[in-house]
């Protein structure tokens, strides 16, 4: 853990309640959970909750594990159960023991629903799906008792085990708990327990085609691991009723505490497994990863550090209020990381050509630091020629003094070398400038003019002849609404959001890693793309240099 994550901060209301307990002796060390559904990639609204759960195991010295609730065959997968683990694991946690899954509880969860059904609290139903909606009721309606509430336990038994058997159609019924039709509280007017499905699971195979559902799976999965701080986000605070009533009529090793606390929802993007996966399955993006997606593995891919994401987390801190973060807000994290952290470089996005007319003979290396702060990041060779590149936006004909870049006869320092001053330049047919030429000053090499000249100007340059070739990909949000509509997703989607730039990189920058980071001066943070190689660089931009997210 990086020194941000230990600094002192106030304790927000989940960790007086766990100090209380331990100063009580509710408990004498807690165990918390974090238990997702491999039924995508993970976003940074999990990164809230990994960062929560493990954070506090490791704070009080407890445990963590990593469950993965999988009752929904049809929609997880292997891919998505190993890609999960990954990412917690790049965030820098370790869970606690093998890696769960609630489907290694069927077998219990089965003989729980027995257990209910003996005590005359569970019955198998058969209204299609349509009725039972109908006879749920709504808000401001009780719902009415399915005529199959009061059939006889031994029926109740033998009709589940016929479920179980698959002698029974997908949908043709279902296991409900008996509750209460008239309860305020939807989730309790006798919900599904268990439903059929012919579906082969990740785990299980075959060997079932009853599953039993999230609500039912989830509060005895913890209670089975013997969770003491059962976390979870404010949606799920009036299931909390139904988590109760089922692991009081049921004998279990422990009856966890549910607390919620508000989802963590950032600006121009979306917090949803589902809608996400509708971006990648319309390709609307270059797959899970894509470095525009609030996913963890496309902050990664983007260059964002677990340290940054962690930071984050810990700036948004848990409450229990609803709230939608600035993007600016995740932006300055990675940027105070890699201000510190990341070796600088050169790179020229927007090329046009320098010759310097007075410089004669072999070209020169020159060494520059790679940090200008941290000298044991030592130096990188530089080499300097006749011919250059710089950006087409350093350079104007005419300009008035707020401009400080290289202007028609006038001086400017190129990063890392000489002053140079243009003399004249080439256009092509259209006017637009195709070559700049130059005089440098031999005698300005880390230092200013001898005779007092002030150059004030500093700009970035590669040589043309020792320059990778490479691609920048310059992305902005990924939608153009702050909350996009999740119903009108592909005309909120933002057409700008991903800028592809043909320029030039440092020669060094040939044996940069993927993912490894640098700050690109003048230009932002980079990272180099998995795409990408030594004969094909291709960079992402991580973050611009600046704050950029102004309405
Ligand atoms: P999604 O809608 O993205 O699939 P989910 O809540 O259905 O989200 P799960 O895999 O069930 O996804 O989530 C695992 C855990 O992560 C849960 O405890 C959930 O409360 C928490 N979580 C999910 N999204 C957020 C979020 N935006 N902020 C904080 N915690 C979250
Ligand atoms: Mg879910």
């Given at each position: 853990m990086s020194e941000l994550d230990r600094e002192v901060r106030p304790k927000h209301f989940i960790q007086q309640i766990i100090e209380q307990d331990l100063q009580d002796q509710k408990h004498t060390s807690i165990r918390t959970r974090f238990p997702p559904e491999p039924n995508g990639y993970l976003h940074i609204g999990h990164a809230k909750s990994i960062c929560l759960n493990f954070g506090l195991a490791a704070t009080y010295h407890g445990e963590c594990h990593l469950r993965f609730d999988d009752t929904n065959p049809e929609k997880e997968d292997q891919s998505f159960v190993s890609s999960i683990q990954e990412d917690v694991q790049w965030l820098g946690f370790q869970w606690d023991g093998s890696v769960r899954y609630a489907s290694n509880y069927f077998e219990q969860l089965h003989q729980y629903a027995v257990d209910l059904i003996e005590k005359g609290l569970a019955y198998v139903c058969f209204l299609n799906a349509e009725e039972t909606r109908a006879y749920r009721g709504s808000l401001t309606e009780t719902g009415r008792s399915s005529p199959y509430r009061d059939t006889a336990v031994a029926d109740n038994l033998a009709l589940f085990e016929q479920m179980r058997q698959g002698q029974f159609s997908e949908g043709h019924c279902v296991l409900r708990a008996k509750i209460d039709m008239a309860s305020p509280f939807m989730c309790m007017r006798d919900p599904v327990l268990y439903r059929i499905r012919f579906a082969e699971h990740h785990?299980?195979?075959?060997?079932?085609?009853i599953y039993p559902m999230y609500d039912f799976t989830h509060c005895i999965s913890d209670a089975i691991e013997q969770i003491t701080h059962s976390l979870c986000s404010l949606e799920f605070q009036d299931n909390r009723r139904l988590y109760d009533w089922i692991l009081q009529n049921i004998s279990v090793p422990a009856t966890p505490h549910q607390y919620e606390f508000s989802r963590l929802n950032l600006e121009y993007t979306l917090m949803s497994k589902r809608k996400l996966s509708e971006l990648v399955d319309n390709q609307w993006?270059?797959?899970?990863?894509?470095?525009?997606?609030?996913?963890i593995a496309g902050l990664r891919r983007r260059g964002y550090t677990p340290a940054a994401v962690r930071d984050f987390c810990q700036r948004i801190g848990v409450t229990k209020q609803e709230n939608c973060v600035q993007m600016n807000v995740l932006e300055a994290c990675i940027r105070d990381d890699l201000n510190v952290n990341s070796p600088r470089a050169m790179a020229v996005l927007d090329p046009v050509k320098v010759v310097i007319e007075n410089f004669t003979g072999e070209p020169e290396s020159l060494s520059a630091p790679c940090h200008p702060d941290t000298p044991a990041m030592g130096q990188r060779s530089l080499p300097f020629a006749k011919t250059l590149w710089i950006d087409r936006a350093d350079f104007k004909e005419e300009a008035n003094k707020k401009y400080k870049r290289l202007v028609l006869g006038k001086e400017v320092r190129l990063r890392n070398a000489y002053v140079i001053q243009a003399t004249r330049v080439d256009k092509d047919a259209e006017g637009h400038i195709t070559c700049i030429y130059a005089q440098y000053d031999p005698a300005t090499l880390g230092c200013a003019p001898t005779d007092g000249r002030k150059v004030k100007g500093v700009i970035h340059w590669v040589s043309a002849e020792h320059a990778q070739p490479a691609e920048f990909r310059v992305y902005d949000r990924l939608f153009k609404v702050s909350q996009p509509d999740a119903n009108t997703l592909a005309e909120s989607l933002n057409p700008d959001s991903l800028i592809v730039k043909q320029g030039y990189a440092e020669p060094s920058l040939v044996n940069a890693a993927v993912g490894k980071a640098y700050q690109f001066e003048r230009e932002g943070y980079f990272c180099l793309d998995k795409q990408g190689n030594s004969d094909q660089l291709i960079f992402n931009r991580t973050v611009a240099l600046r704050e950029s997210w102004t309405d």
């Open positions: 785990q299980t195979k075959d060997t079932w085609c993006v270059d797959g899970w990863d894509d470095p525009r997606m609030p996913t």
